[in-house]
């Protein structure tokens, strides 16, 4: 899936229906596709970072300078797929930042390509299920989660999130795209995930209600584009798809991008951007 870091970052069962391990399972056998990177590295440029995203270093480091990422602070990317942004985000910011995915595949390459980087004393991966990380309370500033909102029940992402928050400002950062219309048996056969499509995750009631100050932000135009070259460019390397991926899985990962770009052609998928802080102290969580 292209609308995040991942096709599935947490083992949460919840709407999906799916276990952690077949989740795992199918976004493991996306890395390491050369032509898929391909695709990305033509659409993004010196943008491309490794990552499965429309999002980009740039947007990560603007991010961060709103909401005072620094050296000083240590963020969790819940659900960081091959681990791209989670090391853009701590070279650009000097921030501690930590990698979490579902896939064990994914934080191989992570962990692969970090290797010998000047960042990798600041940056770890683990695997695990991003709606009930393993951390201790109050190990992060702040939790990021791009395009991994699909698979998680939000009441007990963000319930879970809370208690890692620490710091003056502490946040959540969701980023997640979605689809106006319910889920069709042709969205099944191509294994987009169910979160993907009315009734769609509710995240800004979740923080709300857990009492974070929230602020949402559309994202769509860019991400549209993103999608419609994306897709182009992945079309054109159907035939190596095929090849590296086995004919099957190569064609439908096509197909996943084109529901996807018809969608954003339709009118119908949206990109939201939804920033969640809360009053800092003990007393206030």
Known sequence: MTSGHSTGHSGSTGST??????????????QEIPAIDEAYEEVLGDQFAGQFSGATPDYLERLAAR????AGSRVLDAGCGTGGLTAALAARTGCEAVGLDASPAAVRVA????????VAGRVGYAVGDLAAPDFPAGSFDAVLAIGSGYW????VAVRNWRTLLRGEHPAVV??????LRPQTPRDVELTL?????????DWEGALGAAGFRVEVRDLTEADADCVERLHAALAR???????????????RYVAEVEVLR??????????TEIVATLPGGPDDR
């Open 193 to 201: 995930q169910a979160g993907l499509f009315e009734p769609c995750p």
């Open 174 to 179: 969701v980023v997640i795209s979605r689809v």
């Open 262 to 271: 018809d969608e954003h052609r339709a009118g119908r998928m949206r990109r």
């Open 237 to 251: 390397r159907l035939p190596h798809l095929r090849a590296q991926m086995g004919p099957e899985l190569g064609e």
């Open 67 to 70: 909401l005072g990422w620094s």
């Open 111 to 118: 962990r692969t390509r970090l290797a010998g980087r000047d």
């Open 17 to 30: 229906g799916s276990s952690m391990a077949e989740i795992a399972e199918e976004w493991d056998s996306y």
């Open 152 to 155: 998680s029940d939000p009441v």
